[in-house]
């Protein structure tokens, strides 16, 4: 579960800024459909996440550790909530910075690390 923490941040990041209709998705997020958010740790190591437009989510985490679960939109914030390998005693939210493909950010992963965050072109 902390593993894929920082894989959660790294949503967060392509959220609008404003709040949007529940059935519409930020443009920053649907630009993450059919490409890889990749976080990187202070240990060179990288997670990649995998949003559907459907509301689910797949992740490897840097340990090469498989997750998958469900994300939500919740004002300016982006909720990830763990079902696989096992479902998490709750969400992780974050507020999210405005940003799309190609640009670079900085973010916290649950274990209080700052990660860098990109969305990469692809399913890598």
Do not use: H
């Not at 490409?35 to 340990?63: E, K």
């Not at 498989?66 to 390998?85: A, D, E, H, T, V």
């Not at 493909?101 to 700052?114: D, I, K, L």
């Amino acid at each position: 579960m902390i593993r894929t923490a920082g894989l959660c941040v790294a949503l967060a990041a392509l959220a609008a800024a404003a709040a949007t209709r529940a059935d519409q998705p930020p443009q920053q997020l649907r630009q993450a459909f059919g490409n890889t958010i990749l976080s990187t740790y202070p240990d060179g190591r990288t997670a990649r996440l995998w949003l559907q437009p459907n509301g689910s989510y797949t992740a490897q985490g840097r340990r090469g550790d498989p997750s998958s679960g469900r994300w939500k939109i919740k004002g300016q914030r982006i909720c990830l909530s763990q079902s696989r390998p096992f479902p998490a005693p709750f969400a992780f939210c974050t507020a999210v910075p405005s940003g799309g493909m190609g640009s670079t950010w900085s973010a916290r992963a649950v274990t209080g690390e700052t990660i860098r965050v990109k969305v990469v072109q692809g399913r890598m």
